[in-house]
């Protein structure tokens, strides 16, 4: 017997199914017990998803935090512990295209939190999932982030954030195990491993984290005239959006040499010890997240606002965003100039391959990336 993936146990409980396919899936719940127990556990985390929300109105004593402040906190509290393998938000878009676009690689993220941020009305929340599908493509000018420079562009944009963000589901160090059967059954989904290379797979699973913050408005148009684009607009719905945010176990498969990086040190792919130089190869795998999803705040126009701030033309930020499905996108942002990008076939799918020039003392890299059966992949 078949297990059921977290894809399918998900729609299950979301009631995304046809009536023939609820039917199958609820007769073999009635015969395997692993998938019920599964399944039970998808639910009860839906539901604590569910009572975070109701519990995101700050209190009158409680001061929202300074952005930066909070996503520094943030941002230290889930590097700390990543020694054993690079996160796979990192892998996926900032080290990998780093140091090109590190304040574009923010952005790459901000654009995907902002995009799911639920409507202003507690009344109004209603919490469903994002599952991604495909993956978009758009060449930006990084050197028009009002001509900054990447360190300070990259402060600039992590204002960006929310004035109160609350870490409430720490993902932990990641766990090593001996097998992707092994792995498969610690995370909770198939786990697939490379084919044709010498070197032993090793693997590590990452824990499931969880955080929500709260937009204000009039702070972000104050930070847009401070990076010197007051003209760019934000929906007026976005005043007072808290974003929920889950994120389900994460694999890592390395192969190669790959050096663990020390604590307060140079993250894995810093030249000139990055990945490639050390013969290292990256696989990273994870479900596609949890989020509090808007019944009505403009996705296209918050997205196009995000693409302005890296240096696209309004009407090239329009047009872009006018063709893409934000509810199944992923939208990954790179330099022009710096990297070159084409869709290929992979695992049976469409993927994106991403490649990077040498610069420097670091080596020419790729990033590969596809959706299949609900699981992002990051090679």
Same mark, same amino acid.
């Given at each position: 017997?078949?297990?059921?993936?977290?894809?399918?146990?998900?729609?299950?409980?979301?009631?995304?199914?046809? #009536?023939?396919?609820?039917?199958? /899936?609820?007769?073999?719940?009635?015969?395997?017990?692993?998938?019920?127990?599964?399944?039970?556990?998808?639910?009860?985390?839906?539901?604590?998803?569910?009572?975070?929300?109701?519990?995101?109105?700050?209190?009158?004593?409680?001061?929202?935090? #300074?952005?930066?402040?909070?996503?520094?906190?943030?941002?230290? #509290?889930?590097?700390?512990?990543?020694?054993?393998?690079?996160?796979?938000?990192?892998?996926?878009?900032?080290?990998?295209?780093? =140091?090109?676009?590190?304040?574009?690689?923010?952005?790459?993220?901000?654009?995907?939190? &902002?995009?799911?941020?639920?409507?202003?009305?507690?009344?109004?929340?209603?919490?469903?999932?994002?599952?991604?599908?495909?993956?978009?493509? $758009? +060449?930006?000018?990084?050197?028009?982030?009002?001509?900054?420079?990447?360190?300070?562009?990259?402060?600039?944009?992590?204002?960006?954030?929310?004035?109160?963000?609350?870490?409430?589901?720490?993902?932990?160090?990641?766990?090593?195990?001996?097998?992707?059967?092994?792995?498969?059954?610690?995370?909770?989904?198939?786990?697939?491993? &490379?084919?044709?290379?010498?070197?032993?797979?090793?693997?590590? $699973?990452?824990?499931?984290?969880?955080?929500?913050?709260?937009?204000?408005?009039?702070?972000?148009?104050?930070?847009?005239?401070?990076?010197?684009?007051?003209?760019?607009?934000?929906?007026?719905?976005?005043?007072?959006?808290?974003?929920? $945010?889950?994120? =389900?176990?994460?694999?890592?498969?390395?192969?190669?040499?790959?050096?663990?990086?020390?604590?307060?040190?140079?993250?894995?792919?810093?030249?000139?010890?990055?990945?490639?130089?050390?013969?290292? +190869?990256?696989?990273?795998? /994870?479900?596609?997240?949890? /989020?509090? /999803?808007? =019944?009505?705040?403009?996705?296209?126009?918050?997205?196009?606002?995000?693409?302005?701030?890296?240096?696209?033309?309004?009407?090239?930020?329009?047009?872009?965003?006018? +063709?893409?499905?934000?509810?199944?996108?992923?939208?990954?942002?790179?330099?022009?100039?710096?990297?070159?990008?084409? +869709? $290929?076939?992979?695992?049976?799918?469409?993927?994106?391959?991403?490649?990077?020039?040498?610069?420097?003392?670091?080596?020419?890299?790729?990033?590969?990336?596809?959706?299949?059966?609900?699981?992002?992949?990051?090679?």
């Amino acid at each position: 017997m078949t297990c059921l993936s977290d894809g399918i146990l998900r729609a299950q409980l979301d009631g995304e199914l046809s #009536e023939v396919e609820s039917l199958e /899936v609820q007769n073999h719940l009635t015969a395997c017990a692993d998938c019920r127990r599964r399944a039970e556990a998808i639910a009860a985390e839906a539901e604590r998803v569910r009572a975070a929300l109701s519990a995101l109105d700050p209190l009158p004593s409680e001061a929202p935090g #300074e952005a930066r402040t909070a996503f520094a906190r943030f941002r230290t #509290e889930h590097a700390e512990p990543r020694a054993e393998a690079p996160s796979f938000a990192d892998r996926l878009f900032a080290r990998p295209l780093r =140091p090109v676009w590190g304040a574009v690689a923010v952005l790459a993220v901000v654009v995907a939190f &902002l995009s799911f941020a639920p409507a202003r009305g507690w009344g109004q929340k209603i919490l469903a999932m994002l599952r991604v599908q495909k993956i978009a493509v $758009v +060449t930006i000018d990084p050197e028009l982030l009002s001509g900054r420079d990447s360190g300070e562009s990259g402060k600039m944009i992590g204002k960006l954030l929310s004035d109160n963000l609350v870490v409430t589901l720490e993902p932990g160090k990641p766990q090593p195990v001996s097998s992707a059967e092994e792995a498969s059954q610690l995370a909770g989904f198939r786990v697939r491993a &490379l084919s044709g290379l010498s070197d032993q797979p090793q693997f590590s $699973v990452e824990g499931e984290g969880a955080f929500h913050m709260t937009l204000n408005r009039d702070r972000l148009h104050a930070i847009l005239g401070e990076a010197g684009r007051p003209d760019i607009q934000l929906p007026d719905a976005l005043d007072g959006a808290t974003i929920a $945010v889950h994120v =389900p176990k994460a694999v890592f498969v390395r192969y190669g040499n790959c050096v663990e990086p020390k604590r307060g040190g140079p993250p894995p792919d810093s030249p000139p010890s990055g990945p490639e130089a050390q013969g290292c +190869t990256f696989l990273a795998e /994870v479900p596609s997240p949890t /989020v509090s /999803v808007p =019944p009505d705040l403009n996705i296209a126009q918050v997205a196009e606002a995000g693409l302005q701030l890296a240096g696209m033309s309004a009407d090239a930020a329009h047009a872009f965003c006018q +063709t893409v499905d934000w509810t199944s996108t992923l939208v990954i942002p790179i330099p022009r100039d710096a990297t070159s990008y084409q +869709t $290929v076939e992979v695992d049976g799918v469409q993927g994106t391959l991403i490649n990077r020039p040498q610069g420097g003392r670091r080596p020419a890299g790729y990033n590969l990336l596809w959706v299949k059966n609900g699981v992002i992949h990051s090679l």
